[in-house]
């Protein structure tokens, strides 16, 4: 089993709806991330999270620490949301440096 | 522009061919991070250097991999005997880690460099 699991793997969406995409860890963290990959591979960091909630445009990410969960919501979806949606935790540690252990991804398709 | 930068793009490459990839991290950034991704997947973790010294390597890091950082700043990743299994993209991110106010520890990732190996 992945350290760091995420669901759904594939989602596709009309545009203007709602999407949650959901990630689930089972070690101690020190920040969770959520990222964009387009195609080609470039990856963009949309947020760190270590409690809490943050909202950056039509963008929600979501923590709670005790259940291990996260959410990455977005709200009016569009096209230009299509992208693969990334969950990746930092391993609590001394010696963990800092590196990420990545979900499998979430490939999201919004239609028009 | 200020970002991560990795070259080549693209790399083709037979098998048994010794490739080498090359990454310029933002340039105050003292953590540098080498991970693959292979299609479909999440990427994983490969090595990690701090300043110059390369502090963890992966399992996945076989010996025929080696990663260095010579003066701190650019990073270099290399292949040796390439094999079909090494067809993966490479990413690199760059963050500026230890205490103090600057140091967030956001990961910034270069776009990748993507290996085929036939």
């Known amino acids: 089993k992945n350290e760091v699991e995420q669901s759904p793997q594939n989602l596709t969406a009309q545009e203007g709806e709602f999407i949650t995409i959901n990630c689930s860890y089972s070690?101690?963290?020190?920040?969770l991330h959520w990222l964009q990959q387009h195609p080609g591979g470039g990856i963009v960091s949309l947020f760190m999270?270590?409690?809490g909630k943050k909202k950056h445009g039509r963008l929600i990410a979501t923590i709670n620490i005790q259940e291990k969960h996260s959410s990455l919501h977005i709200t009016a979806s569009h096209p230009r949301d299509s992208a693969v949606y990334i969950c990746?935790?930092?391993?609590?540690?001394?010696?963990?440096?800092?590196?990420?252990?990545f979900g499998q991804g979430t490939i999201l398709t919004v239609h028009p | 522009d200020t970002g991560v930068s990795q070259n080549p793009r693209h790399k083709i490459t037979k098998r048994g061919q010794n490739v080498t990839f090359r990454c310029d991290p933002i340039?105050?950034?003292?953590?540098l991070y080498w991970y693959r991704q292979t299609l479909g997947q999440g990427p994983e973790f490969l090595t990690y250097?701090?300043?110059?010294?390369?502090?963890?390597k992966s399992r996945l890091l076989s010996d025929r991999f080696s990663a260095e950082r010579p003066k701190g700043s650019f990073s270099t990743l290399e292949i040796q005997r390439t094999e079909q299994g090494d067809s993966a993209m490479y990413l690199c991110?760059?963050?500026?880690?230890?205490?103090?106010?600057?140091?967030?520890?956001?990961?910034?990732f270069g776009a990748g460099t993507r290996l085929s190996v036939l």
């Open positions: 991110a760059s963050s500026l880690g230890g205490p103090g106010r600057q140091a967030k520890n956001i990961q910034y």
């Open positions: 070690v101690g963290i020190s920040a």
């Open positions: 999270l270590s409690s």
């Open positions: 990746a935790a930092r391993i609590a540690g001394g010696t963990s440096y800092g590196k990420l252990t």
């Open positions: 340039s105050e950034h003292n953590r």
């Open positions: 250097f701090q300043n110059e010294a390369q502090l963890e």
